[in-house]
């Protein structure tokens, strides 16, 4: 597979010091952003938070109810994750100030477990019955199948679970994983499109024009993810790499404007995720009846 498929979860801006101005292009409501099945399995930076800080609150009340401590972290700027599209195209608002994302995930460090240390100081029994309150018992694990003919387990009893169901309704987890793999699906068809191809093709020969020569749109987040391996967490020179993610997603967003590559793309998803549609009217109906629920009961 080319790129990573959709995923309904999900990776916020640069750090302080790397940004810098960047391209005045049309702002992102006027460049819409093509997500597959009208970005069914999308959700903004505002709507990830209050799931999350409903979803922990009520992960906390699960884990004591069953006599566990559990801590709920600060929760994490969201507004990176959000921007994020299985096409490899650039947000207009935040491309200018974050480039791809890449180097502010690395400035930033991965996020502190804030149950780590009390998970530390207790013996291996207890800490495993902690997780499997948390996660879930392998053996209690249900099993559905997806559209894709996959096949995903989940543990309905696990804390994460319960909470979720009070979210999103009960049922909620069998109907993300099937929208999820119809999602990946559409976005399959999509990249394989003489659409996908011809617009690719322009905007590679756009940048080709700016003096680069890459063939995917993918590729200059490749490229930086080199230099950042590269730089090998030397901080000065993860700094360096920003600055020029900074200056090579300006370019890029310049040719994706310039080229119509959103509209484009947007053009050939809707043609490509016809059949997908077709097949699964009353799950997509579900799903955003459920998200549509969720939703008002967190905001």
Known sequence: MRRPLWTAAAAVLLMAGCAAPGHEAATEADVPVPRPLSGAVHFSA?????LRDSEEALVRACM???GYEYRIGPARDARRAAAVNPYTLLSPRWSRSDGYGLTGEVLRGPPNDPNADMLAALPDPEREEWEEALLGRRE??????LPSGRR?????????QVARDEVYGTGWAELRYVVEDLSNEAVRRTLASSGFHAAEAEW?????????SYTTLEDPR???????????????????????ELALARD??????????HRRIADAQAKAEEQVRAGAERE????????????????
């Open 46 to 50: 505002a709507e990830q938070r209050a």
């Open 64 to 66: 004591r109810d069953r």
């Open 140 to 145: 209690d694990h249900v099993e559905i199948s």
């Open 204 to 212: 590679a020969g756009c940048m080709a024009g700016l003096g680069y």
């Open 222 to 244: 490749k490229e930086i993810l080199d230099q950042l391996a590269d730089a090998d967490g030397d901080h000065d020179r993860v700094r360096a790499v920003g600055d020029r």
């Open 284 to 299: 997509l109906g579900r799903f955003q009846q459920s998200k549509r629920a969720a939703l008002s009961r967190v905001l």
């Open 252 to 261: 890029d967003l310049t040719c994706q404007l310039d080229t119509h590559t």
């Open 152 to 160: 995903i387990g989940y543990s309905p009893h696990a804390c994460v």
